[in-house]
């Protein structure tokens, strides 16, 4: 987890100017130059949950249609679900503004047109989706989590899959629990690989 304050980037106007500045990462197997800022999630790099959860999850198939990064920062998830499936409409999802003015000058930079940034309100309630891929913002507390999810994991396909990367300090083993006990009769739950201290959990839906 980043140490800004969670408020700086789980909030729809993160404090402080928007200055943006270059940043050399490597995204699905592309080197690429994108946008960070203030303000965000892990503004300085790519951070370790996400990178985990990127070794771990499998590549896209040809077939997705609609695939979701929840709670998106400037993109890196995004992209790569992006640069992977060129296919498929990649949703970028964030309640944080800044972010999303990242997530759609870095689909430019990386010519990715394929993205849309995107509140949650923003997205249409009848799409539905093939992956979801996130690094959910756990320290907003039990109740907002479980309301995201709630929200989210019903809009998996059938047969569709959901990782999450979770930090196992940060409460993986009690997240995979609810998530087993609340999506007992319409999701399958399992715990996935880990790295580096971070555990991704899996959710097919039935």
């Not at 990064?69 to 296919?87: F, V």
Request: net charge negative; proline share 5%; hydrophobic share 45%.
């Amino acid at each position: 987890m980043s140490d800004e304050p969670v408020e700086h980037y789980f909030s729809a106007s993160p404090a402080g100017d928007f200055v943006a500045r270059d940043i050399a990462v490597r995204l699905g197997g592309h080197d690429l130059t994108l946008e960070t800022a203030g303000g965000v999630f892990s503004p300085d790099h790519v951070d370790a949950g996400t990178e985990a959860l990127l070794r771990i999850v499998p590549a896209l198939s040809e077939d997705v249609a609609n695939v979701l990064d929840l709670g998106c920062g400037w993109g890196p998830i995004a992209l790569t679900m992006a640069l992977e499936a060129p296919q498929a409409h990649v949703w970028a999802v964030d309640v944080n503004e800044r972010a999303l003015e990242l997530t759609r000058r870095n689909a430019g930079r990386a010519g990715c047109a394929n993205v849309t940034a995107a509140t949650p309100e923003a997205v249409p309630g009848d799409v539905m989706f093939s992956a979801i891929w996130s690094n959910p913002p756990i320290r907003v507390g039990k109740t907002e989590l479980h309301a995201m999810l709630e929200t989210w994991l019903p809009r998996l396909v059938s047969g569709g899959e959901g990782y999450f990367v979770v930090a196992k300090h940060l409460g993986a083993d009690s997240l995979y629990s609810w998530m087993r006990t609340a999506f007992a009769t319409t999701h399958t739950v399992t715990k996935g690989d880990h790295y580096k201290g971070f555990r991704v959990i899996e959710v097919r839906a039935n």
